[in-house]
């Protein structure tokens, strides 16, 4: 929409121009500048008032007899309800056309990640998007009304394109996070104990999807922290640029319990890592992974953690895709639960 509308900077241009190499990108667009001209139309038309042109004629003549007005005002009036009527036929005549283009468009869209991947993409309105590994985007292919909603499980970093008269928002089972035009992370599996939102510019705030009030607004370098079983927040300071990095393809934990560190790392590398001993799900761990292998990170794990573990091979399924590693983690005897990570 902002290409043709001009107000478009110079790499959404490009990447403009490259989409429109497809025809069938080209048959969408020429779609959504006919919707519009249309929208344009007929807003112009809905500015146009009947009763204030009546008001304005008997104003000017109010000097001129009482029956004589009365006449007039009646052949005015008719000679005004023929294009007032062959335009409220056009109008609703260009609204069911409307509505035919929105239904051709009006299609959700869902973009999902498998475990061990991650994808880069831009929604309809340009906001640029990261979606994590396991996660998964709905968006309609065209945002009409007064808001842009999108609905994440997953997680993902959004850029989201500035327009103050329709906020955007994501939704997830739990909270729904707006902005207008800002940068933020947004955690939110569905399996997981925990929703996060992290601000890295701009503000958003957050809703309470089920009790459907506000819980509060974020400023950048700060987190929001819901727990889905004790229905408690906490908002807290963070360094932003280690919780995005993952887009860069980084892993960082700042004093992660041991269960969050496990589901990212199966997410991460497609693996099925279980921790069979939960006196040590609560450990704390800190540590950075950049390109290690899987069976590196544990290895490092066991140096860093009271750990021990066990691996097991991928194996060739019916199908001809690969099984995933699946790990069993238990506490090392041989080390002590309470010593500290260095």
Known sequence: MAYFHGEANEEQKKLAIEWLKSPENDKVFQQLR???SMTADLNLLQQF????????????????????????????????????LLGGIWYYVQQNELRKELKVLM??????TQPGTKTHLFLPDSTEVWLNAASSL??????VGNERRIALD?????KVFKNKKKPFIVSTASMDVEAVGTEFNVSAYSGDLKFSTTLAEGKVKITDRVKSEEVMFLDPGAQLNYDKKNKTYQAETVRVQDVIAWRDGVLIFNETPFYEVAAKLGRWFNADIQINDQSIANHRFTGKFTSESLDQVMELLTLTTPIAYSSSKRKILDNQNFSKQEIKIWKNPNVKINEKIK
């Open 138 to 143: 709905k968006f309609p292919s065209v945002f």
């Open 154 to 158: 997953g997680e993902a970093i959004f």
């Open 49 to 84: 008032d009947l009763k204030d042109g009546k008001q304005q004629v008997l104003k000017k003549y109010r000097n001129r007899k009482a029956f004589a007005i009365s006449v007039w005002i009646q052949r005015i009036a008719a000679v005004l309800f023929i294009p007032v």
């Open 107 to 112: 299609v959700t869209q869902e973009i999902v």
């Open 34 to 36: 006919k919707i519009d």
